[in-house]
């Protein structure tokens, strides 16, 4: 049950765009996007629910394609604090959350 | 407001020893999951209580177990340790009552466990 991110790292430039791609082989009630800096705890991003909303607060924003049972992480004009791993968490039933493997993003000067 | 807290931080076991990890999640949180963290797994879920209810549990052998008391404060246990038990074990918690879970969670900083 645990959805899948691609890729599994990326690494980019400041000021270049990412985008971290989730799927799930079930149907979802909504998909929750976490970053994990390194010896950290994971911190809250955003929640996308059933609807194909799409979110986001300053240049990180995602997408949820309920039919596809997927979702997209798009960040934009990267800078250095958003490096560490991102995960999705896909909720396939309630009140369980399964992650991904997890995407390492590192961003260089 | 107090964050979600595990103690102890770190942990050294051998190898068939037992441990106890311990979760004091945010005041008034009434869910707390567990789950276990490893280089190229990502996190893997292990249980989730609310009000001292077990709702689900992950794809864990029963070596695995948890419990929640009445304050909401979690523990969870692993009985006879191996090696492939070291990783880093993080509780969350969160307001999630009913359904879906559209509440996101608060991480603690975890308890990193050393199988020796």
């Known amino acids: 049950q645990q959805p899948v991110q691609s890729p599994q790292a990326v690494i980019l430039r400041e000021g270049e765009d990412a985008v971290i791609n989730c799927s799930s082989s079930?149907?979802?009630?909504?998909v929750h996007w976490y970053r994990q800096k390194h010896g950290e705890a994971p911190v809250f991003l955003m929640i996308l629910l059933k609807g194909g909303e799409q979110k986001g607060h300053d240049k990180i924003s995602a997408s949820f394609n309920e039919k596809k049972q997927q979702s997209s992480l798009y960040l934009t004009a990267s800078q250095l604090s958003y490096s560490g791993t991102y995960f999705c968490g896909t909720e396939p039933g309630a009140n369980n959350l399964f992650f991904g493997t997890g995407t390492r993003l590192t961003v260089i000067p | 407001k107090a964050g979600v807290t595990q103690t102890p931080r770190y942990l050294i076991k051998t190898r068939g020893q037992q441990v106890t990890l311990s979760c004091s999640p945010i005041s008034g949180h009434r869910s707390v999951s567990w789950y276990q963290q490893t280089p190229g797994q990502g996190l893997q879920f292990l249980f989730e209580?609310?009000?001292?209810?077990?709702?689900n549990k992950g794809n864990f052998p029963g070596r695995f177990s948890g419990r929640q008391f009445s304050n909401s404060r979690s523990e969870m246990n692993v009985s006879t340790l191996e090696l492939g038990d070291s990783a880093l074990y993080l509780c969350a918690s969160s307001w999630a009552e009913g359904l879906p879970t559209n509440e996101k969670l608060f991480f603690g900083s975890g308890t990193q466990l050393s199988v020796l």
């Open positions: 209580y609310f009000s001292e209810t077990q709702r």
């Open positions: 079930k149907a979802l009630y909504s």
